[in-house]
């Protein structure tokens, strides 16, 4: 089943390591105790498949916000962010380690989280809660180079495309929004999104370019 947006976006990616580590109590609710893997495919406006994209299903009725104490973490190695795309839901902490042998100055100017790490080595000893959806872009003071994103998503079910554009997601019966982000959209966006039904097969999401 192949699904065309709305709208026109750019979907011109390059690839991003990709390394989330995410932890925390999960509770889930009697709708998605009958959840089943549901396979998508997100591809370019030439039916090439996008690598990194985030993919977000938003399912009626549950919950929007992580529960109290989810931990994510965006660590710092050879001088660059790892991950660099973190997919989150709202409410997620997330911590910053920096596994470097020199010093980082981690900072966010963007609206969804602004805030700032000064320099430091070893694992700061708060985390940096996203209490609302939306998108960070992350620099470091004295590394330019490098850069990093935390795309904020009012669910639980989230993820990267692989190399292919495969994500898999367990979702419950039924009809349900996908929405599809990547850097090249910008963190305004809120990213290009699609109605679907599970059941039917593989999902091709086609980010068509303007």
């Known amino acids: 089943m192949s699904l065309t947006p709305p709208s026109f976006m750019r979907a011109f990616l390059r690839p991003h390591a990709i390394s989330p580590a ?3 109590a999960c509770f889930l609710s009697p709708l998605l105790a009958l959840a089943a893997p549901q396979v998508f495919v997100v591809t370019d406006g030439a039916g090439q498949p996008v ?21 994510a973490v965006m660590g710092q190695r050879n001088k660059s962010f790892d991950p660099s795309i973190l997919v989150i839901q709202t409410g997620t902490q997330v911590s910053f380690p920096n596994f470097d042998t020199v010093r980082h100055h981690v900072y966010s100017f963007s609206p969804t989280r602004p805030f700032e ?19 960070a872009t992350l620099g470091c003071n004295i590394h330019d180079r490098m850069l990093a994103f935390i795309h904020v998503v009012d669910t639980a079910h989230f993820g990267l495309s692989n190399p292919e554009g495969h994500v898999t997601l367990d979702l419950p019966v039924g009809e349900h929004l996908a929405r599809v982000w990547t850097p090249a959209m910008g ?4 990213g290009q999104a699609w109605r679907f039904s599970t059941g039917r097969g593989t999902v091709t999401l086609k980010l068509v370019p303007p």
Do not use: C, M, N
């Open 117 to 135: 790490i000064k320099l430091y080595s070893g694992t700061p000893a708060q985390p940096v809660l996203f209490d609302k959806p939306g998108t």
């Open 187 to 190: 963190e305004k966006s809120a």
């Open 51 to 71: 690598r990194a994209a985030a993919l977000s299903v938003f399912v009626h009725g549950a919950p929007a916000a992580a529960p109290p104490g989810t931990l």
């Open 22 to 24: 995410i932890t925390g």
